[in-house]
């Protein structure tokens, strides 16, 4: 547009040039022509000029007329005239329409230009609340999974603290089951070395008595022995329901054995009033005999019994370090992650605050 406004006004330059160069032409040509009319021809109009005292008349009245009646009667020169008017006319009016036009470009241009502007604001708004929300929604997510993790992180260590109590009355367990190993062996020591000096000093009838009394209470120490583990069995509830459950039935059958064995024993005591003294070393060295393998039998079966809730035991406190290690692991690695999404958090504030300067300056910039 801006083109073709500057061609136009180049052409009608040079048509009014064309037009002023052709008016003064003829122009030249009608000031011939009225001289001509004012001297007339020859000698004569020489003469008319050359009289005294007329001379100035003539220039005062005389040259104006004459020019004023040839321009009236000169065709050519008045249609020369209304087409140089017109030529202006049409100059004035295209230098209107010009101005008009350009003031019209100009209103259309600051209008698009003010829509422009108006626009790119509005998709900058648009798009800096759409940033804010993505911001606010991802800032959300962020910290529902921070709570998971610290929620998740809180069981974690509440079951590591349940492991460690585990493996401590695990060790405690082992614990007692030693020391009942230590207190039969001990048990057994001290009634060998009794029975010795007992038997040398040929108090076979008395000594019978005791023995069986001793039998009576080391069956009744392997008893209760038999009952607290039967006890420690139904209290685990960790431990796999079929090993706990064929674990419990041979306690228990060895804790029937032993209390028929302890019947039995009973039953013995009661015999040994009516035998005579003469026949007791007889049958303390049967008893004692019969005492030795039924005590083979019954230590096997028990060591049977306190081997396999020895494994028992070794087989959880395994478990249980597994488990605390898998559990340190995991709360290691949930520690790392709160660490990072703390690290990404204040990175992403950093670069939300330096934004937001160079915003600052670009608009300092702009007023400025």
């Known amino acids: 547009l801006q083109r073709r406004r500057e061609r136009l006004e180049r052409l009608l330059g040079e048509e009014r040039e064309a037009l002023a160069a052709e008016l003064r032409e003829r122009r030249r040509r009608g000031g011939l022509r009225s001289r001509e009319l004012r001297d007339g021809p020859g000698e004569c109009g020489r003469k008319v000029r050359e009289r005294p005292g007329r001379s100035s008349l003539y220039s005062q009245f005389a040259e104006p007329l004459l020019h004023e009646h040839w321009n009236k009667n000169n065709a050519e020169l008045r249609e020369a005239e209304s087409e140089l008017h017109r030529k202006h006319v049409r100059e004035a009016w295209g230098d209107q329409l010009t101005q008009q036009n350009k003031e019209e470009v100009t209103k259309v241009e600051e209008k698009k230009r003010y829509e422009n502007e108006y626009e790119t604001a509005r998709g900058e708004v648009l798009e800096r609340t759409r940033q804010e929300e993505e911001k606010h929604q991802l800032e959300k997510q962020q910290a529902e999974t921070l709570l998971q993790q610290i929620e998740e992180l809180k069981l974690q260590e509440t079951k590591a603290t349940k492991l460690k109590k585990e ?92 209390e028929e064995q302890l019947q039995l024993e009973k039953e013995r005591e009661a015999e040994l009033e009516t035998i005579f003294r003469e026949e007791a070393k007889k049958i303390w060295e049967k008893r004692e005999e019969e005492w030795e393998r039924e005590k083979v039998a019954r230590d096997r079966l028990m060591s049977e019994v306190l081997a396999g809730r020895q494994r028992q035991i070794q087989e959880k406190m395994k478990l249980n370090r597994r488990a605390q290690e898998e559990s340190i692991k995991y709360r290691e690695q949930l520690i790392r992650e709160l660490e990072e999404a703390k690290e990404g958090t204040r990175q992403e504030k950093e670069q939300e605050e330096e934004q937001q300067r160079a915003r600052r300056r670009e608009l300092q910039a702009q007023v400025g």
């Open 167 to 258: 493996q401590e009355n695990l060790l405690k367990q082992q614990w007692e089951l030693e020391n009942l190993e230590e207190e039969r062996k001990q048990m057994e020591e001290h009634r060998r070395k009794k029975e010795l000096g007992r038997f040398l000093r040929h108090q076979c009838d008395v000594q019978l008595r005791r023995r069986a009394q001793q039998i009576q209470e080391e069956l009744e120490t392997d008893r209760q022995i038999l009952s607290a583990l039967l006890e420690k069995e139904e209290e685990d509830q960790h431990w796999q329901i079929a090993r706990r459950e064929r674990a419990v039935a041979d306690v228990a059958w060895m804790k029937k054995v032993i």
